[in-house]
């Protein structure tokens, strides 16, 4: 299976736990089976995130209050964790807490 | 069964979703791009309308705004002021018959004093503000924190509400409106109009910030010990600096940005932080408790989510700015820990942040009505809420006033120091206190012009600010504007304890 990119974006404060970077361009490394948001998060969170990893997952899931979009829509509508990645994908987080 | 981490929503409800899209719920034809509430699919054209018809419904459904009116938008960069700034915009730019105007201003507050910014940061996030502001076309003014310290001392002062504008004089004030329109179009009057729109457009800049004002707001944030003492104590100063830009220019209204979530998690916090009576005027959708200006919050309808995804398709502009919450754990503060409580109850139990909506919709305060020209006493220093004094000699802050004092080791004092919730029938006779006060070391105000005991303060204070202000190492670090206020009712409730026994009885005041 080719490897394929996807575009992450962070906003309302999730950014902080990036470096301040809020947009990435990521190649996911190439695997038998396709990428799932699952997978995504503990890529992210073994590669992108910088600190303080219980601000941003929480379990297998991204933390209460963090929004995810993938491609402009709701990932509730895509299966959330289940949602398979395709190539050229955008997933956008936005952090709807106070404290980022 | 029970586990934190477990997705309760998400095998049960979309075993299909993944190959097959849902539909707009309302449309029934495009596909949906969100959901929200519990399970209401929309796709963006009905999402915009829903969001933009909420917003004039709210303003349409309290008539609390008038046309013409000056309502000042405050505006913290955050997505739900953002939004709501779009939304004014929006709502101001149509030409429906139905559509009506207010004046609007912003006010934006430069708070990186009490967070800890630096200068630089603080410059680039004021410029990005700005530039968003001139684009609006709005006259704004930009206030920083530290300009507490130059607050004059009538910013604490109660006033009488405004005259009373019953709904039927809302409808005559409306087409009083666009008659009057109609007039000065037919008489060429277009062109004063224009003219005074151009001379609002005008900004109003914040002075630079003083190195001594600097200083004194990081002393004064220093010296509170607990993020929950100071997240209160800023968003007091918020208010106070809101309250008083608004009546400096004029504005009678002024709109807050507050969500719903917001609301919901304010309400929960102001309960544990014992800020309990004033919950109506907090979370409610008007508040008039400084009196001629009137606070409102149109956004208080929409969740986070909604307002986050709207400003996300719709490409609405807003900031992050750190603040005194960012990145600190769960249970920093009061406030940190419900926010997490409620939010992480929302992601199980969708309807969580609506159930407490709604209980706030039915809360009224059950206050006796207040005397007219409501006596200084009867108001909180700080947050100005409505405090009850009469009846308080079984409440819990009167027991904890009192435990304090025994505790200091000051028995005798007990009647001087808090002359408003002083039982007149009860056995401590103020005056024999004051006699023996002549040698009494401190605590005595028998002598005018000796600086105020701390316990002063705290008994010009509501509960819950009471507890912040105890928080605090030094209580001279507070804004002079504040120091002074509470000095001048502090005397002059000395005064009247002094001539009670003179003053002849008045019915309302005096039965306990």
Redesign the interface.
């Known amino acids: 299976m080719a490897s394929y990119a996807v575009g992450l974006v962070f ?3 999730a ?2 736990l990036f470096d301040g970077v809020k947009d990435h361009h990521v190649t996911l490394p190439s695997q038998s089976e396709p990428w799932d948001m699952k997978q995504l998060l503990v890529w992210i969170r073994g590669n992108l995130l910088k600190e ?1 990893p219980e ?1 941003f997952v ?4 991204v933390r ?2 963090i ?1 995810v ?1 993938i491609n ?3 990932w ?9 990645l395709q190539d050229q994908d955008n997933v ?1 987080f ?1 952090s ?5 | 069964m029970c586990q ?2 477990e ?1 309760y929503s ?1 095998p049960l409800e ?1 075993t299909s ?2 190959t097959v ?2 539909k707009c719920m309302k449309c029934k034809e495009s ?5 929200i509430r519990v399970g209401d ?1 929309f796709c963006r054209d009905c999402f915009r309308e829903y969001f933009v018809h909420k917003f004039r419904a709210m303003l349409g459904k309290n008539r609390v705004i008038f046309p013409g009116e000056k309502v000042l938008l405050a505006v913290s960069g955050g ?1 739900a002021s953002s939004s709501m700034l779009t939304q004014v915009q929006e709502g101001l730019s149509r030409d429906a018959p139905k559509k009506l105007r207010f004046a609007p201003g912003i006010i934006y507050i430069d708070e990186g004093g009490a967070c800890d910014q630096n200068a630089e940061e603080r410059e680039k996030t004021l410029s990005q503000m700005e530039a968003i502001f001139r684009k609006t076309g709005f006259p704004y003014h930009i206030v920083s924190l530290e300009q507490v310290f130059s607050l004059p001392n009538s910013v604490l002062e109660p006033v009488s509400c405004g005259p009373e504008r019953p709904g039927s004089s809302y409808k005559a004030a409306v087409d009083q409106y666009l008659q009057q329109k109609e007039v000065n179009q037919r008489q060429g009057q277009l062109a004063t109009e224009e003219a005074q729109d151009a001379v609002a457009h005008l900004s109003v800049q914040a002075s630079q910030v003083s190195p001594e004002h600097k200083q004194a707001l990081e002393k004064l944030f220093s010296s509170l010990k607990t993020l929950t003492a100071r997240q209160d104590m800023l968003q007091t100063l918020r208010q106070h600096l809101i309250l008083h830009t608004a009546r400096l220019n004029g504005y009678s209204k002024v709109m807050m940005g507050d969500s719903c ?1 917001r609301l919901a998690i304010r309400l929960l916090s102001n309960i544990s932080l014992g800020r309990g009576a004033s919950l109506a005027v907090d979370t409610g959708f008007s508040d008039p408790r400084y009196g001629d200006v009137v606070i409102v919050r149109p956004m208080r309808d929409y969740s ?2 909604e ?3 709207y400003n ?2 719709f490409g609405v502009r807003s900031l ?1 700015i ?2 005194l ?4 754990s769960d249970k920093a503060s009061i ?2 820990l419900t ?1 997490s409580f409620v ?2 109850l ?2 199980d139990f969708p309807s969580t942040v609506s159930t407490i909506y709604r209980t706030s919709e039915k809360l009224h305060t059950a206050c006796p009505p207040q005397t007219s020209g409501a006596v200084a006493a009867d108001k909180c220093l700080l947050c100005l809420c409505a405090v009850c004094n009469k009846a308080d000699a079984a409440s819990a802050s009167h027991a904890s006033l009192i435990s304090e004092r025994l505790s200091r080791g000051e028995l005798g004092m007990e009647a001087k120091i808090d002359p408003a919730s002083c039982c007149p029938s009860g056995t401590l006779d103020p005056f024999s206190c004051q006699r023996e006060g002549q040698g009494c070391g401190e605590g005595g105000s028998c002598t005018a012009g000796r600086a105020p005991a701390p316990a002063d303060l705290k008994s010009l204070l509501c509960y819950s600010c009471r507890l912040t202000v105890k928080d605090m190492a030094a209580e001279d670090t507070l804004p002079p504007y504040i120091t002074s206020e509470a000095e001048k009712r502090w005397n002059r409730a000395q005064l009247k304890e002094e001539v009670r026994e003179f003053l002849l009885e008045d019915e309302d005041e005096e039965v306990g």
């Open positions: 906003r309302g404060g950014e902080l303080r601000l929480q379990g297998d899931s209460p209050g929004l979009l402009d829509a709701d509730e509508l895509m299966g959330e964790l289940e949602y398979q956008v936005i709807t807490l106070h404290g980022g | 934190v981490e997705e998400g979309k979703l993944p899209s849902k596909t949906a791009v969100l959901i699919a997505p979530t986070s989510k307002i986050a995804f996300r398709l992050f750190s603040g919450g960012t990145k600190t406030q940190q926010e939010i992480k929302q992601a």
